[in-house]
C-alpha cells in the first residue's frame, strides 16, 4: 500500500456507517454508540485515516480544562493490523493539537496488558506518569475498613479548593478527574462549576479529605478521589462513600482509583470489580 496514497481527516455523522463497517473485533463497541455526540462535540474530535474507500483506522482527543488533550478512541481495521498505521494516525493528531497555543498536555491512558497500544504509545515517545487500579465496590461486606464518624461535609467552593491546594504528596500522582480520565493535577483543570458539582468530606481529625462526584460510564459511579494509601485505616472513610451513595437518587456505585501500594492493601480484594490496572502516558508540550 503506497503511504502517498493515505488520507487523513476528521470524521464527521456522515461517517458514521463507514466506521460501523470497520472490523474491529470488538463486540458491542461503545463508540459506535456515541460516535454523533463525539464527532458533534465541541470539546472532542475524531480522525480516519483512509487508502481509498477502506477505513483504516480511526483515533481521536478529549479537551479538559487547563488545556490537556487526552487521546483515546483507537480503533484499528483488523485487515490492516501491525502496519504502523495506527502510530501514524495519533502522531498526526498530536502534531495538531501542538498547533494549539492552548493545548499544554497530551496524554493517553490504556490498559496494562494492551501491549499494542502501549507499544503504540511507546513510540509516540509519551512518558508512563503513574499506574492505577480503577475499581468499583461490588460487595459492601467484605470492603473492611476502620469504622468511624462521618466525615464533615464541606461547602464552601474556595475551601475545597484550598483543600486540593494543600495536598503536598500525592500517592495516586495525578486527579481522576473523571472515571478512566486521570490527569495531572494544576488547578486551572477544576474549575469552580467542577467544584459545585463535587462534595467534600473532611476527615474528623482534619488531616484528610475526600471529594466525591458521579459520573457515567454506562453505569452511575460516585467516583471517590483520595490521595493517600490508608483508605482502610482512616475510621469513617467507606462509611462516608457509601453514605454519600446510599442518599443519591441514582445510587451509584462507589468508584475508587487505587495505587498500587494501595491497593495491595485492600484487605479482601473480592470486595471489587476488578479488572487490569490502567497506565497513564503523557507529556507537557512547549509551546514555541
Excluded at 508512563?128 to 461535609?153: A, E, F, M, Y
Excluded at 488531616?207 to 460510564?217: A, H, V
Excluded at 501500594?261 to 497513564?280: C, R, Y
Aim: hydrophobic share 35%; net charge negative; proline share 5%.
Amino acid at each position: 500500500m503506497e503511504q502517498g496514497l493515505l488520507q487523513i481527516r476528521k470524521l464527521t455523522t456522515d461517517d458514521w456507517e463507514t466506521v460501523k463497517q470497520m472490523e474491529t473485533n470488538i463486540e458491542d463497541d461503545y463508540v459506535l454508540h456515541i460516535f454523533p455526540h463525539l464527532v458533534e462535540s465541541s470539546s472532542q474530535d475524531v480522525f480516519g485515516m483512509f487508502h481509498e474507500n477502506n477505513l483504516l483506522a480511526i483515533a481521536g482527543y478529549t479537551i479538559f480544562p487547563g488545556g490537556y488533550a487526552m487521546l483515546g478512541r483507537l480503533r484499528s481495521n483488523k485487515k490492516f493490523l501491525s502496519k504502523g498505521f495506527a502510530t501514524d494516525l495519533l502522531a498526526y493528531i498530536i502534531e495538531e493539537l501542538k498547533k494549539n497555543p492552548d493545548i499544554t498536555w497530551v496524554g493517553a491512558n490504556t490498559n496494562v496488558g494492551n501491549k499494542p497500544a502501549r507499544r503504540v504509545l511507546e513510540k509516540l515517545t509519551l512518558s508512563p506518569v503513574t499506574t492505577l487500579h480503577s475499581i468499583h465496590v461490588k460487595n459492601r461486606q467484605l470492603v473492611g475498613g476502620t469504622s468511624g464518624d462521618l466525615w464533615q461535609p464541606v461547602e464552601n467552593t474556595a475551601k475545597k479548593r484550598e483543600l486540593l491546594d494543600s495536598v503536598t504528596h500525592n500517592a495516586i500522582n495525578v486527579f481522576p478527574y473523571e472515571c478512566y480520565y486521570p490527569l495531572p493535577f494544576k488547578q486551572t483543570l477544576v474549575t469552580d462549576e467542577y467544584l459545585e458539582e463535587s462534595a467534600f468530606y473532611l476527615s474528623p481529625d482534619k488531616q484528610r479529605f475526600m471529594t466525591i462526584r458521579n459520573d457515567q460510564k454506562r453505569d452511575w459511579y460516585a467516583q471517590v478521589k483520595y490521595f493517600w494509601d490508608d483508605h482502610f485505616e482512616q475510621p469513617g472513610f467507606w462509611e462516608t462513600a457509601f453514605h454519600y451513595a446510599d442518599r443519591h437518587p441514582l445510587h451509584p456505585a462507589v468508584w475508587i482509583d487505587f495505587s498500587e501500594e494501595g491497593f495491595k492493601k485492600i484487605p479482601d480484594k473480592q470486595a471489587f470489580e476488578l479488572s487490569d490496572p490502567w497506565i497513564l502516558y503523557g507529556d507537557w508540550i512547549e509551546q514555541k
